[in-house]
């Protein structure tokens, strides 16, 4: 999708989402957190909040940008900046932060295909930094995979560490579907994703959008973001026009988790809405969009 053209351009309209996001009734569980105004960040379209350092969020470009991680803070002002090596921005769309074996990990998913043409993507795993200052950094492992019967187009990946599992949701088929890969280091090994359910209830555009903005009608659905809550009892869903929590019961699998309706809220008025995740402590979620300036919205579901 494209991008605003400048900084300036983009400030009447995002005049408005600040207003509409301090005033509408219908979002009273979000507030605006930060503002994005860094013009290397101009397509965010993925977010994970650290686990090794406070109050910081990890974020990376889409497609066509370079291959680079940034640790911003919450207010949105850029802390690190982080070369990616051992790995290429082919089309980088969401990211995941998580534990495993004492250390603090994030999962970097190059999953993005808009025209359904890639035979393989991958996931990177980068170790988080102890010193937030300009760097490179490497995966410490990468999975290659594929889909069981064709391409996809997909923008949403969590990661269950316990159950040493990742999570992955298709963006365009309806209902969305989400598959499942093992977590581990594959060794060069091609893993193949399995598909494990199918989203109940995703939220379908109103007929009124429909008649006043079909373009932005055909895209209100689809799957943008996803992660898992720090107890693993939440899996959150962006899409264009909604955040989503599926809850998991006991003894439940997250097959079982989706196949439940979730907690539906309209989405907060974020231009192009595609970046979410769950805060270290797991009280609320931070989300942003492609746009520049992008504001940061804390997100606070009902509590169960």
Same mark, same amino acid.
């Given at each position: 999708?494209?991008?605003?053209?400048? =900084?300036?351009? @983009?400030?009447?309209?995002? =005049?408005?989402?600040?207003? @509409?996001?301090?005033?509408?009734?219908?979002?009273?569980?979000?507030?605006?957190?930060?503002? $994005?105004v860094?013009?290397?960040?101009?397509?965010i379209?993925?977010?994970?909040?650290?686990?090794?350092?406070?109050?910081v969020? %990890?974020?990376?470009?889409?497609?066509?940008?370079?291959?680079? &991680?940034?640790?911003?803070?919450?207010?949105?002002?850029?802390?690190?900046?982080?070369?990616?090596?051992?790995?290429?921005?082919?089309?980088?769309?969401?990211?995941?932060?998580?534990? *495993?074996?004492?250390?603090?990990?994030?999962? *970097?998913?190059?999953?993005?295909?808009?025209? /359904?043409?890639?035979?393989?993507? %991958?996931?990177?795993?980068?170790?988080?930094?102890?010193? *937030?200052?300009?760097?490179?950094?490497?995966? !410490?492992?990468?999975?290659? !995979?594929r %889909?069981?019967?064709?391409?996809?187009?997909?923008?949403?990946?969590? $990661?269950?560490?316990?159950? +040493?599992?990742?999570?992955?949701?298709?963006?365009?088929? =309806?209902?969305p579907?989400?598959?499942?890969?093992?977590?581990?280091?594959?060794? +060069?090994?091609?893993?193949e994703a399995?598909?494990?359910?199918?989203? !109940?209830?995703?939220?379908?555009?109103?007929?009124?959008?429909?008649?006043?903005?079909?373009?932005?009608?055909?895209?209100?659905?689809?799957?943008?973001?996803?992660?898992?809550?720090?107890d693993?009892? =939440?899996?959150?869903? &962006?899409?264009?026009?909604?955040?989503?929590?599926?809850?998991?019961?006991?003894?439940?699998?997250?097959?079982?988790? $989706?196949?439940?309706?979730?907690?539906?809220?309209? $989405?907060?008025?974020?231009?192009?809405?595609? @970046?979410? /995740?769950?805060?270290? +402590?797991?009280?609320?979620?931070?989300?942003? /969009?492609?746009s520049?300036?992008?504001?940061?919205?804390?997100?606070?579901?009902?509590?169960?």
């Amino acid at each position: 999708m494209s991008r605003p053209a400048s =900084t300036w351009a @983009a400030l009447p309209l995002l =005049t408005t989402f600040l207003l @509409a996001a301090c005033s509408a009734p219908s979002l009273p569980f979000s507030r605006l957190a930060g503002l $994005v105004v860094d013009p290397e960040l101009d397509e965010i379209s993925g977010l994970a909040a650290s686990h090794a350092h406070d109050d910081v969020l %990890w974020m990376h470009n889409d497609s066509g940008n370079p291959a680079r &991680l940034y640790a911003i803070n919450t207010r949105g002002r850029v802390l690190a900046r982080f070369d990616v090596k051992g790995a290429r921005n082919i089309d980088w769309e969401d990211l995941a932060s998580f534990d *495993l074996d004492g250390r603090h990990y994030l999962l *970097l998913a190059d999953t993005g295909d808009n025209g /359904g043409q890639r035979r393989e993507f %991958w996931l990177h795993v980068f170790e988080e930094p102890a010193t *937030l200052a300009n760097g490179t950094l490497r995966p !410490a492992w990468s999975i290659p !995979a594929r %889909w069981p019967d064709g391409p996809r187009d997909c923008e949403a990946v969590a $990661v269950d560490p316990l159950r +040493g599992q990742i999570l992955l949701i298709s963006k365009k088929r =309806t209902p969305p579907e989400l598959f499942t890969l093992p977590l581990a280091d594959p060794h +060069g090994a091609i893993r193949e994703a399995r598909r494990i359910g199918r989203l !109940a209830d995703v939220p379908q555009v109103s007929a009124q959008l429909q008649r006043r903005d079909p373009q932005m009608a055909a895209l209100f659905s689809q799957v943008t973001a996803a992660d898992i809550s720090p107890d693993r009892k =939440t899996l959150a869903v &962006l899409t264009y026009g909604s955040v989503l929590f599926y809850r998991r019961g006991p003894n439940e699998s997250w097959s079982d988790a $989706v196949a439940h309706p979730p907690e539906a809220h309209d $989405v907060p008025l974020i231009p192009q809405a595609e @970046a979410l /995740g769950f805060s270290a +402590g797991g009280a609320g979620l931070y989300a942003t /969009g492609e746009s520049r300036p992008a504001p940061i919205f804390y997100l606070v579901p009902q509590r169960e």
